[in-house]
Structure formats: structure tokens, C-alpha cells
């Protein structure tokens, strides 16, 4: 435990990111009331043990010198000096905004008010205060829920005819003051008058919020760990609600949603810090502050100069002005969207503040699809309904829905939902992370709703003030319309703008700042970034986001057009070599157009075309459906039923398909390849530069790569080579890979199959209980998403090196969807030649590509 000019130097592990940048701020002589910090480490001992030696003795000495630093003693008014109040406040290693719990006047008893009242001789100040503190700390200490507190307020303003808080009286507030008193005092939870036992009892509800289940969803989001325990700051209050030369607000040093450069930042007078965060009231503009209190201005704008020249880094600032003086409360790296870490990464390189380098470090790699999110198409655009303001950028469309229950409902059926809110609270998480997009009618640029909408990617317009939400009744009402749960909304995240109905949208437009910075990233990145793709389309747009061609286009998917299917079927069903053919013959024509399209948009560049991987029966109709078809009557429906019942297998995902199937049904093997050698052959004829490459999925062992190797060569034989390869996806594959190598070209590791086969477990069913088991600590993260290095990661380094040394010219890359996630970019960066991404996360693989040679 430490007072602030104690810890200089020490980590944020230790002292919490708050903690930590109260002592940062302090040490640069920024005006930041005295406290102290108990660790982290108590916090672990504490949940850990339940008890931490020493703890109150240490507490009392820190307070000791609090009083000291103050000159007030704690609780207590002495002649006309006000008591020393304090802050109880979390502060986790890793930002993680609501979720944990803040207790603010601490110290007070009635006591404490008369002294209070009797100090600055504003008894409505006291009573305001000691009002807040019980309504805190009966939710946060005592349990009780904030409705109760905020219903009894309600209440007592409808009977004294109040519009707002500030309408109420000193004996309005006295009078709810003691009325919260008795409520908790009846619940059987009385209300500590003694400050030490307030102190002890915000201290230990301070570390248990760490287990808050709020806090552990936040934490399974974000993959933050769950052992890091939360420190605690205790700072001495100072006071926003004196008067209108008081109050509070919090500042960014560059725009949080687009960048830009500029104090930006929201500030509400005669108020305390909660009505801020937690977007209670709609508070204003920081720039107002220029016309009324033009010297306050200047002086945030060089306290904002001066955080930025000290954390290097854009910051989120909160302070409080008491009685005109400025006091910074808390500073940490400000939250930003993926287009403003772009911008504020490329322009503090540029004014010098940052090296490129780390400029190029500084943007996490795996938020960048959220740049290419799309916005309205203002050109085929209604008038929108609504309009509130900005707060996370991209449009999206979906179904309105008016708590976490009503999002989770449309979700399970696979339909968008857009969450509709009053405001929104750290309760709302689910639904949050669930939801489409987001719409609040209360509350500003930096309310909850906004900062954990940028945070997740979710586009949301917040402070719509026109809306009226009443989320009991499932309904919400703007402008004399009525919206009920289930009809559609647009939202445009960029302009605030708000649309009944889903409004066509456009893809975004390419970012400046985003190629600038790639520029210069691209000089450190060794590694190929190719895209998966199987449609022209698709490989046009990768090929525009940098991808150096296609890594794996999946033919199955070519299977599956309407007109198409029948052919696939009567595949299926052929009784004679001559039926097989006509089916194979039609097939062909069509993979062959395929194969030129996408060519064509990767010309010059090399496309890996991977052979049929799925079980034949997933092209058939479910079971179900042919059964009803064919008791109807249906002759076809009979047949495939018959073939589908042979065909069916317990686990199709270790059956009959991959090489398996191709090495069986050998027709279709040379369908494909033919296609693909044939397309080659007329682009090259039309004076195109053609590169295809074919692999074949799912093998075990070595004959197989012989067996489909000879396959290929017969028409090599016609056609000229190209690469030959296999994926590496089974691990058997991988351990043999020493004998398998030489019999190939290149090997594309299908990380998502080796995953799923190296742990045992379905890839398409573990989203069922991965998450829990993340959750509950068992895995670091879901190994879907991200590349397990210790076990896949040994697999996939052990057939590299076996299968170079087997074969020095051998290919190597990754097509599994780890190819775009950042983590798993870095750790293969030095081991293969190139990753494949989808299309929009080609930006990630370049980016993250760029940082692991750095
Ligand atoms: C893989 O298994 O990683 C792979 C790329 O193939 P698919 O996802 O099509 O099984
Ligand atoms: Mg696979």
C-alpha cells in the first residue's frame, strides 16, 4: 500500500491502471489530490485467502497521511473545516470501464453532514452528498439494488412537483437521506455511521467486484485475465457540486471516434463524476467552456498538451473544477475505434511524438475489419427518423430489441438486433456484445453506451433525445412514431442518424491514414499474405486490400448454386459410368468459368485451389425432407433417400470425404483438376498470366499424396504441371510430414481441422462450451479463434521442420481462419512463407504480419 509519491516506478500490474496514472500525473505536476494505493497483490491474497495480514493497520497509517496532505480529518469537521472525505475506487491492471464499482463521499455520517454543511455553510451540498453516498454504498457494499434507491428519489420528486434533481431542497434531500436510512436499516443492512467501517466494508466490495459476473463477461470478451485482481485507489474528494463554478467532466486529447487532433470531451457543471459516466445526464460540449470559462479552457487544453507529452499516447482524462481549481482524478490510454487508433498512430509519428515504428505497433491488427465496416447510402437513403449523436462509427441494420433477453432471442434465431435503451448500464453487456448496433435516448459522446460500443466494434448512436424508450412494455416512441420489439431500424454510427426500416448501406471507403500506415509497415513484413476466397468477387476485393493471391478457395462452395445442386445430385446418384459422366460433364463447364473468373481477378498471382473437401451427403436435402418427399410419392426423392441412407455416417467430420473421397471417386478428382488446367490454358491463350496450384485436403498418409499425385500427373501429362500440394489438417499428416513432403510442392496447414482434431473436439458444436471453458480459466482462449501454440503450434512447427529438411524447396502456409487473426499471424510469421485470410481480414494478416518484424 502506498501514497502516491511512494510508488514512483512501480508497474501498473501493481498499482492498477488508475493508480498508476495518479502517480504518473503527479510526478508531472498536474494537480491530482492526494491518495493512496492498495495493490493488486492484496487484492489476489484477499480472494485468494479471504484475509490480508496487516491490512486495517496500514489503511489506518495511509489515512493518517491523508490527513496530514489535507489538513481535515477523516469523518470528522473540526470548527469551520469540512471532514476529510474519500474516494473508494477500483483500478485493474486493464481498463475496463463500468465494470467495477466506485463508492464517492465515503466517510460521511450525519454527523459528517453537519460538519459538512456547517464547513462550506451549503447544507443542500451535504445533504446531496451524504444522499449519494448512502445510495452507493447500499448498492455496492449492502446489496441493495440502484432501482430502489432511484425509485425513492423519483418519488420523492413527484410529490414536491420537482423536474429535475436540482429542483429538490436541502430538506428534500435530508429528508430521502434519512428515508434511505430507514430502508436499509429495515432490510436488515444498516448503514455504517462509523467511517472506518465504512472504509473497511468499500475496500473488501472493491476487491470482491472482481468477480462481479459483469466484470467476467467484460473479462471473456477482451480476453483479459482472470488472476490480475483489481487495486484499489483511496484519494481525498474534492468536490464538481459546490456550485456553478464547480463541476465535472472528461477529456480526450484527440478525437476518440475519429482521431482527430484537439481537446474533445464532455463537461457538466455543479455535478459530480457519476453523472458523467453514467450518462445520467446529457452533459456539454468541453468547447462551450471556451465562452464562460475561457481560463478553465486553456488550462485543460495545456494539462491535455502535458498528459500527451508524458504518456505519449492519446488520453481519457476525468477532473472535477472545485470552486473554480481544476484537479485531475484518473488518466489512462483513451479508448478509441480502429479508424481513430489509424489516425492517432500516423499523426503522432508525423508531429514526432511517436517513431513510426511504433506507430506501426500501436494499432492492434485484429480491430482493423472494423474500418472497413459499412455506412448508409445516403443517395437511396429516407429521411431518417432520428437523429443523436455519433458514437461508434459503421451502419448497420436489425431488429429492435429492448433489454439482453430480447437480443439473445432474435440471435438464436439468427436475426440482427439493434438494442434500444433508455441508457445503457454494465447490466446490458450481453446484449451489447450481441446486438447489431446500439441506441441509447440519454447520454453523451463518453456515457457508457458509447465507450463499451467502441470498444466492442458495435456501431450505436447515443442521446438520441427525441426517443422515448419504455423497455417494460417492449416499446419505444420517437417523433409520434412507435417502435415495437421486432420492427427494423437502421442506425449510422458515423452521422448519428437513426432510419425506420432497413436502408440500403455501402461498403466503406479506403482510409488515408490506413494506407499510410500500412506503407510504412510493409518494409518489416517477410510473410505472404494471401486471401481465401472462392468467388471472383471475393478475389477482386482481397487483391484491392494487398492480398499477393489466394491461398485457398474451397470448391464445395461452387457445389452449392441452385443450379448446380441437381447436377451435384445426379453425381450422387449415378447407377452407370455413363450417368456419372453426363453429370461430371455439366459440372465441369461450370468449375471451368469459375476458375476463369477468379484467375482472371488474381492474374499474375498464385491461386490454390483446393480439391472437393465436405461428405457427399451434405449436398443432399436433410433426411427429414426426402423422407416426407418420397412416402408422397416423389421417385427422385425415393432414390436419394436410399443413397442418402448409405451414404449417412455417425461422424461425418472423420468420414468419408477429403482425399478419402477423391481417391475413391476418382471422376471427380479429374473433373475439378481439368477445369482448373483448362481454365489456365484459355486465359493464357487470351495473353493472361494464369497461376494455379491444386491441393488436396484431409490426407493421412503418404499414399494417398502418391495416389492423388499420379491422378494429377496423368493430366499434367496433357496440360504441363503446376504445384502439387497437400494440407496439412490431420495430425498424423503432421508427423509424418517428413515422408510426405518430398512428394509435394507445398504444404497449407488447415488449422482449423488440426485444431479441431489435436484437441478432439467438433469445431462446429465447441462454441457450445468453449466459451465457459474459457470463463472458467481451463483455456487461456478459444483455440478456434486463436492459434494454439503450445499443442497445434507444436504439431504445425514440427511438420515445418521435418518436412524442409525432406524437402528444401517446399511451400509452406496456413489457410485455416487463424490466417487473419493477429496472434497467430505473429507466431507463424517466422515459420512459413505466406498466411491466408478471408478477404477482410487480409488487412489484419499484412498489419500483424508487419508487427512480428518489428
Ligand atoms: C482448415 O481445416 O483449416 C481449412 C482451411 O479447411 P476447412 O476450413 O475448409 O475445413
Ligand atoms: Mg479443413
Same mark, same amino acid.
Given at each position: 500500500?502506498?501514497?502516491?509519491?511512494?510508488?514512483?516506478?512501480?508497474?501498473?500490474?501493481?498499482?492498477?491502471?488508475?493508480?498508476?496514472?495518479?502517480?504518473?500525473?503527479?510526478?508531472?505536476?498536474?494537480?491530482?489530490? *492526494?491518495?493512496?494505493?492498495?495493490?493488486?497483490? =492484496?487484492?489476489?491474497?484477499?480472494?485468494?485467502?479471504?484475509?490480508?495480514?496487516?491490512?486495517?493497520?496500514?489503511?489506518?497509517?495511509?489515512?493518517?497521511?491523508?490527513?496530514?496532505?489535507?489538513?481535515?480529518?477523516?469523518?470528522?469537521?473540526?470548527?469551520?473545516?469540512? *471532514?476529510?472525505?474519500?474516494?473508494?475506487?477500483?483500478?485493474?491492471?486493464?481498463?475496463?470501464?463500468?465494470?467495477?464499482?466506485?463508492?464517492?463521499?465515503?466517510?460521511?455520517?450525519?454527523?459528517?453532514?453537519?460538519?459538512?454543511s456547517r464547513a462550506t455553510g451549503n447544507p443542500r451540498f451535504a445533504w446531496d452528498s451524504f444522499r449519494r453516498l448512502l445510495a452507493m454504498y447500499g448498492e455496492v457494499v449492502l446489496g441493495e439494488r440502484a432501482e430502489v434507491f432511484e425509485g425513492m428519489l423519483s418519488a420523492l420528486k413527484e410529490r414536491k412537483g420537482a423536474r429535475s434533481d436540482a429542483d429538490l431542497?436541502?430538506?428534500?434531500?435530508?429528508? !430521502?437521506?434519512?428515508?434511505?436510512?430507514?430502508?436499509?436499516?429495515?432490510?436488515?443492512?444498516?448503514?455504517?455511521?462509523?467511517?472506518?467501517?465504512?472504509?473497511?466494508?468499500?475496500?473488501?466490495?472493491?476487491?470482491?467486484?472482481?468477480?462481479?459476473?459483469?466484470?467476467?463477461?467484460?473479462?471473456?470478451?477482451?480476453?483479459? *485475465?482472470?488472476?490480475?485482481?483489481?487495486?484499489?485507489?483511496?484519494?481525498?474528494?474534492?468536490?464538481?457540486?459546490?456550485?456553478?463554478?464547480?463541476?465535472?467532466?472528461?477529456?480526450?486529447?484527440?478525437?476518440? =471516434?475519429?482521431?482527430?487532433?484537439?481537446?474533445?470531451?464532455?463537461?457538466?457543471?455543479?455535478?459530480?463524476?457519476?453523472?458523467?459516466?453514467?450518462?445520467?445526464?446529457?452533459?456539454?460540449?468541453?468547447?462551450?467552456?471556451?465562452?464562460? &470559462?475561457?481560463?478553465?479552457?486553456?488550462?485543460?487544453?495545456?494539462?491535455?498538451? $502535458? !498528459?500527451?507529452?508524458?504518456?505519449?499516447?492519446?488520453?481519457?482524462?476525468?477532473?472535477?473544477?472545485?470552486?473554480?481549481?481544476?484537479?485531475?482524478?484518473?488518466?489512462?490510454?483513451?479508448?478509441?475505434?480502429?479508424?481513430?487508433?489509424?489516425?492517432?498512430?500516423?499523426?503522432?509519428?508525423?508531429?514526432?511524438?511517436?517513431?513510426?515504428?511504433?506507430?506501426?505497433?500501436?494499432?492492434?491488427?485484429?480491430?482493423?475489419?472494423?474500418?472497413?465496416?459499412?455506412?448508409?447510402?445516403?443517395?437511396?437513403?429516407?429521411?431518417?427518423?432520428?437523429?443523436?449523436?455519433?458514437?461508434?462509427?459503421?451502419? &448497420?441494420?436489425?431488429?429492435?430489441?429492448?433489454?439482453?433477453?430480447?437480443?439473445?432471442?432474435?440471435?438464436?434465431?439468427?436475426?440482427?438486433?439493434?438494442?434500444?435503451?433508455?441508457?445503457?448500464? *454494465?447490466?446490458?453487456?450481453?446484449?451489447?456484445?450481441?446486438?447489431?448496433?446500439?441506441?441509447?435516448?440519454?447520454?453523451?459522446?463518453?456515457?457508457?453506451?458509447?465507450?463499451?460500443?467502441?470498444?466492442?466494434?458495435? %456501431?450505436?448512436?447515443?442521446?438520441?433525445?427525441?426517443?422515448?424508450?419504455?423497455?417494460?412494455?417492449? $416499446?419505444?416512441?420517437?417523433?409520434?412514431?412507435?417502435?415495437?420489439?421486432?420492427?427494423?431500424?437502421? #442506425?449510422?454510427?458515423?452521422?448519428?442518424?437513426?432510419?425506420?426500416?432497413?436502408?440500403?448501406?455501402?461498403?466503406?471507403?479506403?482510409?488515408?491514414?490506413?494506407?499510410?500506415?500500412?506503407?510504412?509497415?510493409?518494409?518489416?513484413?517477410?510473410?505472404?499474405?494471401?486471401?481465401?476466397?472462392?468467388?471472383?468477387?471475393?478475389?477482386?476485393?482481397?487483391?484491392?486490400?494487398?492480398?499477393?493471391?489466394?491461398?485457398?478457395?474451397?470448391?464445395?462452395?461452387?457445389?452449392?448454386?441452385?443450379?448446380?445442386?441437381?447436377?451435384?445430385?445426379?453425381?450422387?446418384?449415378?447407377?452407370?459410368?455413363?450417368?456419372?459422366?453426363?453429370?461430371?460433364?455439366?459440372?465441369?463447364?461450370?468449375?471451368?468459368?469459375?476458375?476463369?473468373?477468379?484467375?482472371?481477378?488474381?492474374?499474375?498471382?498464385?491461386?490454390?485451389?483446393?480439391?472437393?473437401?465436405?461428405?457427399?451427403?451434405?449436398? #443432399?436435402?436433410?433426411?427429414?425432407?426426402?423422407?416426407?418427399?418420397?412416402?408422397?410419392?416423389?421417385?427422385?426423392?425415393?432414390?436419394?433417400?436410399?443413397?442418402?441412407?448409405?451414404?449417412?455416417?455417425?461422424?461425418?467430420?472423420?468420414?468419408?470425404?477429403?482425399?478419402?473421397?477423391? !481417391?475413391?471417386?476418382?471422376?471427380?478428382?479429374?473433373?475439378?483438376?481439368?477445369?482448373?488446367?483448362? =481454365?489456365?490454358?484459355?486465359?493464357?491463350?487470351?495473353?493472361?498470366?494464369?497461376?494455379?496450384?491444386?491441393?488436396?485436403?484431409?490426407?493421412?498418409?503418404?499414399?494417398?499424396?502418391?495416389?492423388?499425385?499420379?491422378?494429377?500427373?496423368?493430366?499434367?501429362?496433357?496440360?504441363?504441371?503446376?504445384?502439387?500440394?497437400?494440407?496439412?489438417?490431420? %495430425?498424423?499428416?503432421?508427423?509424418?510430414?517428413?515422408?510426405?513432403?518430398?512428394?509435394?510442392?507445398?504444404?497449407?496447414?488447415?488449422?482449423?481441422?488440426?485444431?479441431?482434431?489435436?484437441?478432439?473436439?467438433?469445431?462446429?458444436?465447441?462454441?457450445?462450451?468453449?466459451?465457459?471453458?474459457?470463463?472458467?480459466?481451463?483455456?487461456?482462449?478459444? %483455440?478456434?479463434?486463436?492459434?494454439?501454440?503450445?499443442?497445434?503450434?507444436?504439431?504445425?512447427?514440427?511438420?515445418?521442420?521435418?518436412?524442409? $529438411?525432406?524437402?528444401?524447396?517446399?511451400?509452406?502456409?496456413?489457410?485455416?481462419?487463424?490466417?487473419?487473426?493477429?496472434?497467430?499471424?505473429?507466431?507463424?510469421?517466422?515459420?512459413?512463407?505466406?498466411?491466408?485470410?478471408?478477404?477482410?481480414?487480409?488487412?489484419?494478416?499484412?498489419?500483424?504480419?508487419?508487427?512480428?518484424?518489428?
Amino acid at each position: 500500500m502506498y501514497l502516491l509519491e511512494e510508488a514512483e516506478g512501480f508497474s501498473k500490474d501493481l498499482l492498477g491502471g488508475k493508480g498508476f496514472g495518479l502517480v504518473a500525473m503527479r510526478k508531472a505536476g498536474l494537480p491530482v489530490p *492526494p491518495a493512496f494505493v492498495i495493490t493488486t497483490e =492484496a487484492c489476489r491474497r484477499y480472494l485468494r485467502t479471504g484475509e490480508v495480514p496487516g491490512l486495517w493497520e496500514e489503511v489506518r497509517a495511509k489515512m493518517a497521511a491523508l490527513e496530514g496532505l489535507t489538513g481535515k480529518r477523516f469523518g470528522l469537521g473540526e470548527g469551520n473545516n469540512p *471532514p476529510l472525505l474519500v474516494s473508494v475506487r477500483s483500478g485493474a491492471p486493464v481498463s475496463m470501464p463500468g465494470m467495477m464499482d466506485t463508492i464517492l463521499n465515503l466517510g460521511l455520517s450525519l454527523q459528517g453532514v453537519a460538519a459538512l454543511s456547517r464547513a462550506t455553510g451549503n447544507p443542500r451540498f451535504a445533504w446531496d452528498s451524504f444522499r449519494r453516498l448512502l445510495a452507493m454504498y447500499g448498492e455496492v457494499v449492502l446489496g441493495e439494488r440502484a432501482e430502489v434507491f432511484e425509485g425513492m428519489l423519483s418519488a420523492l420528486k413527484e410529490r414536491k412537483g420537482a423536474r429535475s434533481d436540482a429542483d429538490l431542497t436541502a430538506e428534500d434531500l435530508e429528508e !430521502l437521506a434519512h428515508a434511505y436510512l430507514a430502508h436499509l436499516e429495515a432490510r436488515g443492512t444498516p448503514f455504517p455511521m462509523d467511517p472506518w467501517a465504512q472504509l473497511e466494508g468499500a475496500v473488501l466490495a472493491v476487491f470482491r467486484s472482481w468477480n462481479n459476473p459483469r466484470a467476467r463477461v467484460y473479462r471473456r470478451i477482451y480476453g483479459i *485475465p482472470e488472476d490480475l485482481g483489481t487495486a484499489v485507489v483511496v484519494q481525498a474528494m474534492v468536490f464538481g457540486n459546490l456550485g456553478e463554478d464547480s463541476g465535472t467532466g472528461v477529456g480526450f486529447t484527440r478525437n476518440p =471516434a475519429t482521431g482527430e487532433k484537439g481537446l474533445y470531451g464532455e463537461y457538466l457543471r455543479n455535478a459530480q463524476g457519476e453523472d458523467v459516466v453514467a450518462g445520467i445526464r446529457t452533459p456539454e460540449p468541453l468547447d462551450r467552456l471556451k465562452d464562460y &470559462a475561457p481560463e478553465l479552457y486553456g488550462e485543460l487544453l495545456r494539462v491535455a498538451e $502535458r !498528459l500527451e507529452g508524458h504518456f505519449r499516447d492519446m488520453q481519457d482524462f476525468e477532473f472535477t473544477v472545485e470552486k473554480g481549481r481544476l484537479f485531475l482524478l484518473q488518466t489512462r490510454s483513451g479508448k478509441r475505434t480502429a479508424q481513430a487508433a489509424v489516425r492517432i498512430a500516423v499523426e503522432m509519428a508525423e508531429e514526432g511524438l511517436i517513431t513510426r515504428e511504433e506507430a506501426i505497433l500501436r494499432v492492434e491488427a485484429n480491430a482493423l475489419p472494423g474500418l472497413l465496416r459499412p455506412a448508409v447510402d445516403r443517395e437511396r437513403a429516407p429521411r431518417p427518423l432520428l437523429k443523436g449523436l455519433p458514437a461508434s462509427p459503421g451502419a &448497420a441494420f436489425g431488429h429492435a430489441a429492448f433489454s439482453n433477453e430480447g437480443v439473445e432471442r432474435l440471435s438464436a434465431q439468427g436475426l440482427p438486433a439493434i438494442l434500444v435503451r433508455p441508457e445503457t448500464t *454494465p447490466e446490458d453487456i450481453t446484449g451489447m456484445y450481441l446486438a447489431k448496433g446500439i441506441l441509447t435516448a440519454r447520454g453523451g459522446l463518453t456515457s457508457h453506451a458509447a465507450v463499451v460500443a467502441r470498444g466492442l466494434g458495435v %456501431p450505436a448512436v447515443v442521446g438520441a433525445e427525441a426517443l422515448r424508450v419504455f423497455p417494460e412494455e417492449g $416499446r419505444a416512441v420517437a417523433e409520434g412514431v412507435e417502435v415495437r420489439e421486432g420492427d427494423l431500424l437502421t #442506425l449510422d454510427g458515423s452521422t448519428g442518424e437513426v432510419y425506420l426500416g432497413a436502408v440500403p448501406l455501402v461498403e466503406a471507403a479506403g482510409e488515408a491514414y490506413l494506407h499510410k500506415l500500412l506503407a510504412w509497415a510493409e518494409p518489416y513484413r517477410r510473410l505472404g499474405v494471401r486471401a481465401n476466397a472462392d468467388t471472383p468477387e471475393d478475389a477482386r476485393r482481397a487483391r484491392e486490400l494487398g492480398a499477393e493471391g489466394i491461398g485457398l478457395c474451397r470448391t464445395e462452395h461452387m457445389f452449392f448454386h441452385e443450379e448446380r445442386l441437381p447436377w451435384v445430385r445426379r453425381l450422387i446418384l449415378a447407377a452407370t459410368p455413363e450417368e456419372e459422366d453426363e453429370a461430371l460433364q455439366a459440372l465441369f463447364r461450370f468449375q471451368k468459368e469459375d476458375f476463369k473468373g477468379i484467375l482472371k481477378a488474381m492474374d499474375g498471382l498464385p491461386v490454390t485451389v483446393r480439391l472437393l473437401d465436405p461428405p457427399l451427403h451434405e449436398f #443432399l436435402p436433410p433426411l427429414e425432407e426426402l423422407r416426407q418427399k418420397a412416402e408422397a410419392g416423389d421417385e427422385e426423392a425415393r432414390r436419394l433417400l436410399e443413397r442418402a441412407e448409405a451414404l449417412r455416417e455417425v461422424n461425418p467430420m472423420l468420414g468419408f470425404r477429403g482425399v478419402r473421397l477423391l !481417391l475413391l471417386r476418382p471422376g471427380i478428382f479429374r473433373m475439378q483438376l481439368k477445369a482448373l488446367l483448362e =481454365a489456365a490454358k484459355e486465359l493464357k491463350e487470351e495473353g493472361l498470366n494464369p497461376r494455379p496450384e491444386v491441393m488436396v485436403p484431409l490426407v493421412a498418409d503418404p499414399k494417398e499424396v502418391e495416389r492423388a499425385k499420379a491422378l494429377a500427373e496423368e493430366l499434367f501429362r496433357e496440360y504441363g504441371p503446376i504445384p502439387f500440394g497437400t494440407m496439412v489438417e490431420t %495430425p498424423r499428416a503432421a508427423l509424418l510430414a517428413a515422408e510426405i513432403a518430398p512428394l509435394v510442392d507445398f504444404f497449407s496447414f488447415g488449422t482449423n481441422d488440426l485444431t479441431q482434431m489435436a484437441f478432439g473436439l467438433s469445431r462446429d458444436d465447441a462454441g457450445k462450451f468453449l466459451p465457459r471453458y474459457v470463463e472458467e480459466g481451463l483455456l487461456p482462449f478459444d %483455440p478456434t479463434e486463436r492459434l494454439d501454440e503450445k499443442g497445434v503450434g507444436r504439431l504445425l512447427r514440427l511438420a515445418v521442420e521435418e518436412g524442409r $529438411r525432406a524437402n528444401p524447396a517446399l511451400k509452406l502456409g496456413l489457410c485455416g481462419e487463424h490466417g487473419g487473426e493477429a496472434g497467430s499471424v505473429r507466431f507463424v510469421a517466422d515459420l512459413l512463407d505466406y498466411t491466408s485470410a478471408s478477404p477482410f481480414r487480409v488487412l489484419t494478416a499484412r498489419l500483424a504480419a508487419a508487427q512480428a518484424g518489428l
